[in-house]
């Protein structure tokens, strides 16, 4: 029973973090500019790591090799976002600009060409 409970755990643990690695992933990919990049890998990376390592913990048992991964964890959770921070800052100290919001002028243009596009017929 202890087993097949532990088993488990282990793998909605592991589902878990593969889960936010991915979207970690996709976000790293998608997103714009370093600043949301930053973010992103951050925090979801972060509960990726976090999850695959509580799966491992969770495996091992109550050995000592689980301290160790106890410990690797809140290494983990302490300097993730610590480097996201940092490098977030370098960018912000030397000058790179983060994308708020479109040119207001492709705006507009992109306006016009819909409402032009409405009051044709086909």
């Known amino acids: 029973m202890i087993e097949t409970l532990q088993f ?12 936010f ?19 992103t890998a951050s925090q ?8 695959a390592l509580a799966a491992v913990a969770v495996a091992f048992g109550w050995q000592h090799a689980t301290v160790y991964t106890v410990l ?3 290494f983990v959770f302490i300097t993730n976002p610590t480097a996201a921070h940092a490098i ?9 600009e983060p994308l708020l919001t479109e040119d207001p002028d492709d705006a507009d243009d992109d306006a ?11």
């Open 8 to 19: 488990w755990a282990v793998v909605v643990l592991l589902g878990l973090g593969v889960f």
């Open 21 to 39: 690695t991915f979207v970690s992933t996709v976000g790293v990919l998608r997103l714009p500019d370093i600043y949301a990049r930053a973010h």
């Open 44 to 51: 979801t990376d972060t509960l990726g790591a976090g999850f």
């Open 72 to 74: 690797l964890l809140f």
């Open 88 to 96: 977030a800052r370098s960018a912000a100290e030397t000058g790179v």
């Open 112 to 122: 016009n060409t819909a409402v032009e596009s409405e009051g044709e017929i086909q």
